[in-house]
């Protein structure tokens, strides 16, 4: 973990690079429906209740990953009672069958999607799911505002939530307000860094602000929520970010072969995608194997799927040790070692197609639950 959080650490110079993220399905600006005269002379009170710093209630645990996501989402569900791990949330939420990866590898590629995909799966989990999404990449005042409205609304409620761009363009927990600064929860101490407040209009959000509360407990049947998963899991295969520099799922191990036949490409940014789509075929591959292991009517199918995604895993794997992130040693530029990582990526997207086709296997074999 440490390991992870230290090059979290060194991502920080790609925060400008990573600026082309393009996010689709951005939740609309809440209108302000006050008087502009009223709002820029606010109450006393109103002016006490801004600058009141309050925290949550309970102790929340950030868990490292690559997938930062993940680990903030998964941290803030486990605060609210819900057991799971990162393994779930990648599951369930469908992340861990994202794959999108740029032309020149930018670090973008593994958060170029739409987030509000994910939300579905975090309600099976056991939470409802409530998010605001700017529409400004980089932000705008009115759009770090809305999100800190938000965001104090959750922590006076008790609730800590995801907020985008906390130090770097990655997830954190937000765990209590200062003021107009958020205080949070993220990689930093693992690498013995403090995590002073972040004032609201400071947050590094290349692709507009994005907040991610849990409102709400629902009630949820794991069988139809395994069920929706691997239904799920499909979608997100499938999913097309519709952007012609960004290649995805079985496209993309194309387009990352293809990048490294030319080479010159960002030591940064290639390794960064390496650790983080090695990390999604792990999720992905014990995942399947749990959803096997309850659902006895289609153990067959997700256990190939299962198989299959640890043997993408693996090849992933040696993708990610050939090119260790930062990659200081930029071996990316070695022709001879991009050379070598092809034939893993290859043999990844085989493995995954043969998991594609075992997943749909199982959505078509699955028992209907009805009542």
């Known amino acids: 973990m440490a390991e992870i959080a230290r090059a979290r650490s060194s991502y920080a110079v790609l925060a400008g690079v990573a600026a082309i993220i393009l996010m689709l399905g951005a939740v609309s600006v809440r209108a302000a429906a006050e008087d502009t005269k009223a709002a820029s002379s606010p109450s006393v009170e109103e002016v006490r209740h801004m600058q009141a710093s309050v925290k949550v209630p309970m102790e929340v645990a950030y868990q490292p990953a690559w997938l930062t996501w993940v680990a903030a989402t998964t941290g803030c569900l486990k605060a609210l009672g819900v057991e799971c791990d990162t393994v779930d949330v990648a599951g369930y939420s469908g992340y861990a069958f994202v794959m999108s990866v740029h032309e020149k590898l930018c670090p973008s590629g593994p958060t170029v999607f739409d987030w509000g995909l994910l939300s579905s799966g975090v309600e099976q989990l056991g939470r409802s799911t409530m998010s605001f999404h700017g529409g400004t990449c980089g932000g705008s005042d009115q759009d770090f505002r809305a999100a800190h409205e938000l965001v104090r609304r959750e922590i006076e409620a008790g609730r800590p939530c995801v907020l985008w761009g906390a130090y770097v363009p990655e997830f954190a927990i937000a765990v209590g307000v200062e003021g107009n600064s958020y205080l949070v929860k993220s990689f930093k101490p693992f690498v013995g860094d403090p995590e002073p407040p972040i004032p609201l209009d400071q947050l590094q959000v ?3 602000t ?93 256990g190939r799927a299962a198989r299959a995604y640890g043997e993408a895993a693996e090849a992933m794997g040696v993708v990610a040790r050939f090119f260790p992130f930062p990659d200081a040693d930029n071996k990316v530029s070695d022709p001879d070692v991009r050379a070598k990582a092809v034939p893993a990526l290859r043999a990844a997207k085989a493995a995954e197609a043969r998991a594609a086709s075992a997943l749909a296997e199982a959505a078509e074999a699955w028992p209907d639950s009805t009542g």
């Open 206 to 208: 290349p692709g507009g």
């Open 210 to 302: 994005y907040v991610l509360a849990f409102p709400a407990s629902v009630e949820v049947a794991r069988a139809d929520a395994d069920r929706q998963a691997v239904f799920h899991a499909l979608e997100m295969l499938s999913y097309e970010v519709g952007n012609p520099l960004y290649a995805n799922g079985l496209a993309a191990y194309d387009q990352w072969i293809a990048a490294l036949a030319v080479g010159d490409l960002p030591a940064h940014g290639n390794s960064y995608n390496a650790q983080c789509w090695a990390e999604a075929k792990r999720c992905a591959h014990q995942f399947l194997a749990r959803l096997a292991e309850r659902n006895p009517a289609v153990s067959e199918q997700l």
